[in-house]
């Protein structure tokens, strides 16, 4: 979690003294997927808040689990009181870097995004592939990757357990616009 | 069949009836309406600011995943995927309160202007480098 304050801090005070290199979010979106043989369950978060360093391609990324909206209300209330335990912890974050960022200037690309997710307290190391796209204004970020429920230490019931998949998909897009 | 056994059966039938739409209607229940909530509390965007940054988790706790009422200045009006983001600015911090309409309140945002003072009802998500709230409403 500290890490995470410091990088942004950081981030945020280097803008000062570079004007130009930094790309901020502040409505990023990313939502979770889970698929089972009962239901499938979608939630959506569209305030994510993201930042990236065009001159290093560093990125730190965060969100708030309440924010994540699923389309019935007593899944949500289950997901953030009992699941994730969003009054605890109320964040869940990334830092990272994307790899090669100077190679793709001005362009579109695909390359890697390696950096620690952390959700529901815990770390985990994360390793994807992210579609970047890179205008004059603009850097567009997409993708997506599977998580294990079981590696952010998330206890989901037994009388629920065939509702809710092992394996999550998350979905990403963030279109940060420069930082002034 | 005796009367007394098709009795038992019978009840026992309703009872289940009654469980399962009881259920069903648990599992299916709607989001808080916002207009209709009561909020929890009413305060201004400085405040709400304020408390966030200067007492973290006691304001985590007092107003994340509560219906509230802010009061504050527009500074700036979005839209994103069709539906309106209005920005309440802090007078004395670069923080701000971000919130996101109702796709109902679309038109009536449409009358708002940049530094104009209203009130918004919605519910509060947390704080990260600003104040989050989502499924807002206009307060007259």
């Known amino acids: ?180 | 069949m005796t009367g007394k056994k098709f009795k038992i059966i019978l009840s026992l039938l309703v009872l289940v009836i009654i469980g399962l739409v009881v259920s069903f209607l648990y599992y299916n229940k709607p989001h808080a309406n916002i207009e209709k909530s009561k909020s929890d509390y009413s305060l201004t965007a400085n405040q709400l600011i304020k408390e966030y940054k200067e007492q973290g988790i006691e304001a985590e706790k007092k107003y994340s995943e509560r219906i509230i009422q802010v009061q504050g200045q527009i500074h700036k009006i979005s839209t994103l995927k069709g539906n309106s983001v209005i920005t309440l600015q802090s007078s004395d911090s670069e923080s701000s309160v971000i919130c996101h309409m109702l796709p109902e309140e679309n038109a009536n945002v449409l009358k708002l202007k940049n530094g104009q003072e209203i009130m918004v009802k919605g519910k509060c998500t947390g704080f990260l480098l600003d104040v989050i709230m989502v499924r807002c409403i206009l307060v007259e």
């Open chain 1, 1 to 180: 979690m500290k890490e995470i304050y410091i990088i942004i801090i950081n981030l945020l005070v280097l803008n000062c003294v570079s004007a130009q290199g930094k790309f901020l979010t502040k409505d990023g979106y990313v939502s979770f997927f889970s698929h089972s043989v009962v239901e499938d369950i979608k939630a959506d978060n569209n305030q994510v808040l993201s930042i990236v360093d065009s001159d290093t391609g560093e990125i730190a990324i965060q969100l708030l689990m309440r924010s994540f909206m699923f389309k019935k209300a007593l899944m949500q209330e289950h997901f953030n009181e009992n699941y994730v335990e969003s009054y605890k912890y109320p964040k869940a974050t990334f830092s990272g870097k994307i790899m090669k960022f100077n190679e793709l200037d001005e362009l579109k690309g695909e390359t890697e995004i390696v950096g620690t997710l952390n959700v529901h307290g815990r770390d985990k190391e994360i390793s994807t592939k992210v579609n970047v796209e890179i205008n004059e204004d603009e850097i567009i970020l997409k993708g997506d990757f599977y998580v294990e429920v079981a590696d952010f230490d998330i206890k989901i019931p037994a009388i629920v357990e065939n509702n809710i998949a092992k394996t999550i998909k998350v979905n990403f897009e963030l279109r940060h616009k420069p930082y002034k």
